[in-house]
Each structure stands twice: as C-alpha cells, then as structure tokens.
C-alpha cells in the first residue's frame, strides 16, 4: 500500500500475521498498521490512545443495559473507577448502533486478503 505523501510504498510485515494471535503481536501488528496511515505531508493520520476502544466499550454497554455494577463486573472495574475514567456521555440509541456493527464474511475475506499481500 502507498502511503500518501510518503514519499514511497511502505508495507508492513506479513511475518506479523503469522500464527502469533497474542494480544502482543496483534497490537505490534495494529501499531504498524496506525503508523503506515499518513497524510499527504507524512503526519501521521491516526492517534493511538489507551485503552480508548475499552473505554468506549464500557460507556456504551452503560447506555445501553443502563446497570453499572453489571458492567463494572464484565469489565473488572469498580462502578467508582467507571465513573471517573472510562463512562463518557452516550445515548442509547448511539449505544445499539455501536453495538450492531458487524462485519460480513465477504469483508472479512478482503481484510484477510489485503494483510496476506503485505497491505
């Protein structure tokens, strides 16, 4: 895959994608992915923040099942922490369309696909 205003192609290594499904090698392989994502000036276009998609997984399920000791025992937090760190303003309605989000096979096959030819 080109990237834009990079100045050349830059793929990313499909010795990556091997059998290695730890959650080590998978975030290895999404930090080259975020790093490979740039603008026409070579600025990265993407920001990793942590623990972001926990977060937005957590105020999401609030919104949604509106029971935050039950999401504070999924998540392994305490309704305290929930409320501190991770809960941000969601409305339910966003919260089922968060959660409706699917993949379809035939996506899944070109993902598959596209990281096979090294991106």
Excluded at 42 to 58: A, D, E, F, Q, T
Aim: proline residues 3%; contains cysteine.
């Amino acid at each position: 895959m080109a990237a834009p205003g990079g100045g050349g192609e830059r793929r990313i290594s499909s010795s990556a994608i091997g059998e290695d499904r730890s959650e080590f090698a998978l975030a290895a392989l999404f930090k080259q992915v975020v790093a490979a994502i740039k603008g026409e000036e070579g600025n990265p276009l993407l920001k990793i923040v942590h623990n972001r998609l926990r977060h937005s997984y957590i105020s999401h399920r609030v919104a949604d099942i509106k029971n935050v000791a039950e999401v504070a025992m999924e998540s392994g937090n305490s309704p305290r922490i929930i409320f501190s760190s991770c809960r941000e303003l969601v409305m339910e309605v966003e919260a089922k369309k968060w959660f409706a989000i699917m993949q379809t096979k035939e996506r899944l096959k070109e993902i598959r696909a596209a990281i096979a030819d090294g991106l």
